[in-house]
């Protein structure tokens, strides 16, 4: 979560710098808005160019990755969460099996406290129980009963693949998000350089113009003054 945090300030830091500079014609505020957003499609580059490198260890290393988050479910809240939205929106529970959650000490049978043998409320069929908040004891000691009884209460597949076979089938759709988004940035950073380039031409202008015209203003400044013309005295 603190990490989320700190890219939307980073996010919001330079898109305000964009906004001011472009408001305000401040050239070093727009330069600043620049090198962020080429900074951002340096990384997308990047983190795009090792999805496609990776993509098939990552999916393998998937039930390794669920088997982590499920040991530390109670320690990391910001885990708590990811597992919670992975198991009720694929409707499964574990990594390979819900069996997996023996490995959390807390939910292991063999654990002194009151989660011993249970499961996560987010395992449950039906977590609800036709009632309007989350009844988080449906899955107190599923882990204790048998495969047809734990079936009726919660799922029995784990979550390794229904997360794999989600992300064959949105692969295209987030690829196509990130293109779109990619291309925005581009046009953004185009848009940005040329008024760069704008400001500075009209800087040079308004200072040629300055310079060729030094002496008109002196005249005009003695005739406010309300002083009299100089006027050279007959020899």
Not at 37 to 52: D, K, T
Not at 64 to 75: F, N, P
Request: aromatic share 6%.
């Amino acid at each position: 979560m603190l990490g989320l945090l700190l890219v939307g300030l980073v996010v919001s830091a330079v898109s305000l710098a964009g906004c001011l500079g472009a408001l305000c014609e401040n050239t070093f505020l727009l330069r600043c808005f620049s090198a962020g957003l080429l900074a951002f499609l340096v990384l997308e580059a990047v983190a795009g160019a090792l999805v496609v490198a990776l993509w098939g260890p990552l999916q393998d290393g998937l039930e390794h990755a669920l088997r982590l988050a499920i040991t530390r479910y109670q320690d990391d809240p910001d885990l708590h969460f990811l597992v919670d939205q992975v198991q009720l929106g694929l409707r499964c529970c574990g990594a390979a099996s819900y069996q997996d959650w023996q490995q959390n000490l807390y939910f292991n049978c063999s654990s002194p406290g009151v989660q011993a043998c249970s499961l996560p409320a987010s395992c449950c069929i039906d977590p609800q129980e036709d009632g309007a908040s989350v009844n988080d004891q449906c899955g107190f000691s599923a882990l204790g009963l048998d495969e047809d009884a734990a079936q009726r209460v919660v799922h029995l597949e784990g979550c390794g693949g229904p997360l794999r076979q989600w992300l064959r089938e949105n692969i295209r759709a987030v690829g196509g998000f990130v293109i779109a988004v990619v291309v925005v940035q581009g046009a953004e950073l185009l848009l940005a350089t040329q008024l760069v380039r704008a400001l500075a031409v009209r800087k040079a202008a308004t200072k040629s113009r300055g310079t060729g015209g030094a002496a008109g203003p002196v005249q005009r400044s003695c005739g406010a003054c309300g002083g009299a013309p100089a006027t050279q005295a007959p020899g």
